[in-house]
């Protein structure tokens, strides 16, 4: 991995956090609801200044931020300040602005998904065809067992199981068929000829085996109205796909293919060197799943969601939840997102030791 992945990786995921928390942070504004502060990461301010009553800070650890804004506690922050004279509190709206709130931070990553879908098919283009018909890598999937078998982009599949191999049909044939079956793939790297040796993972939805790889594609840019047609096919089609996925993960139906930071890094770094159009389908794939991620109707605060479903229930009772309450759920979804988050880091370090690990 290249040094300059990190930086882009740091700005990526910046950039995200502040469509997110952006949109929080306009709402806010838009209801007339004092904000404190907008923070992008976590942990001690790098850097604040303070502009019109609000204070805007980096913060060391470039993941996450918030929008701090009056009369909406989080148990992290300790105990909530008195309210000033003047502050317009977020507990008087009403729960229909409430919710909306809620929804401004994810809405804003689908849309930015959806713009960036229709710049990429406009302006950088679609893969319409392969660059050739040679078995050549383009990409490799974290977290898979092309990548964990230490597969890269530029590697030329040359057999396997001893049939020789000329071309990526070919490859995509023998490689779909071969469910439950251990596969010893030759390729061409630099000149030099390797053996790995892998075992394919069956893609339900496809209905067929994967090693999780990817050719390379020359690209045809769309007409501007052609372009809005497939952005808004595409978000609306993954904004199906996504929670299904995650449904059938947790259910046990399908590999679990979450990535945390090293994942994402790997990835953006495989995109730097394929090409703006790769690169730029991340930055759509993240904020789509940003958005859809924070969305999860879970009855625990942390998450948009959360919140809302706890927001429908006080609608539906007639009065709030006690504050006691409210923080021990905070506490509570801390503690099973800090296990998610820790469960997905996990599975990346692993991942990369196995790809790391001398192959025989």
């Known amino acids: 991995m290249s040094w300059t992945t990190i930086p882009v990786f740091i700005l990526l995921f910046g950039f995200i956090v502040l469509i997110h928390e952006g949109g929080h942070f306009f709402c806010a504004r838009l209801f007339g609801v004092t904000v404190h502060e907008f923070a992008i990461g976590m942990g001690p301010a790098v850097f604040r200044t303070k502009r019109k009553g609000v204070v805007y800070s980096l913060r060391l650890i470039p993941f996450g931020g918030y929008v701090k804004v009056a009369g909406m506690e989080i148990v992290l922050e300790g105990k909530a300040a008195k309210p000033q004279p003047g502050e317009r509190l977020f507990r008087d709206l009403s729960y229909g602005k409430k919710i909306l709130m809620m929804l401004s931070g994810p809405l804003s990553n689908i849309l930015c998904a959806l713009l960036t879908f229709i710049f990429i098919a406009a302006v950088l283009g679609l893969p319409t065809q392969l660059q050739s018909e040679r078995a050549v890598i383009g990409f490799v999937e974290p977290n898979s067992p092309a990548y964990e078998a230490g597969l890269a982009a530029g590697d030329e599949i040359v057999a396997i199981n001893g049939q020789p191999v000329t071309k990526w049909t070919q490859l995509a044939g023998l490689i779909h068929r071969a469910a439950n079956q251990r596969l010893r793939i030759e390729f061409v790297r630099g000149g030099q000829h390797f053996v790995r040796e892998l075992m394919p993972i069956y893609d339900a ?13 020359a690209v045809e840019k769309l ?18 796909a996504i929670p299904v996925s995650i449904l059938r993960m947790l259910a046990g139906q399908m590999r679990p293919q979450f990535i945390g930071p090293i994942g994402m890094a790997g990835m953006i770094d495989q995109a730097l060197k ?18 859809i991620f924070n969305l999860l109707p879970i009855p ?35 503690v099973l997102i800090m296990a998610f988050y820790l469960t997905v880091v996990g599975a990346d370090l692993n991942s990369m030791l196995r790809r790391l690990l001398p192959k025989g």
């Open 205 to 217: 939805t496809l209905e067929v085996a994967r090693i999780g790889i990817y050719p390379a594609y």
């Open 300 to 334: 625990l605060p942390l998450l948009d969601g959360g919140w809302i479903v706890i927001f429908l229930l006080e609608g539906l009772r007639g009065r709030e939840f006690k504050a006691e309450h409210k923080i021990v759920a905070q506490v509570i979804g801390l």
């Open 223 to 240: 007409p501007w109205p052609a372009a809005v047609r497939y952005g808004v096919t595409i978000t609306a089609q993954q904004l199906v």
């Open 274 to 291: 394929s090409g703006l159009y790769l690169f730029f389908t991340m930055v759509a794939s993240f904020n789509l799943f940003l958005g």
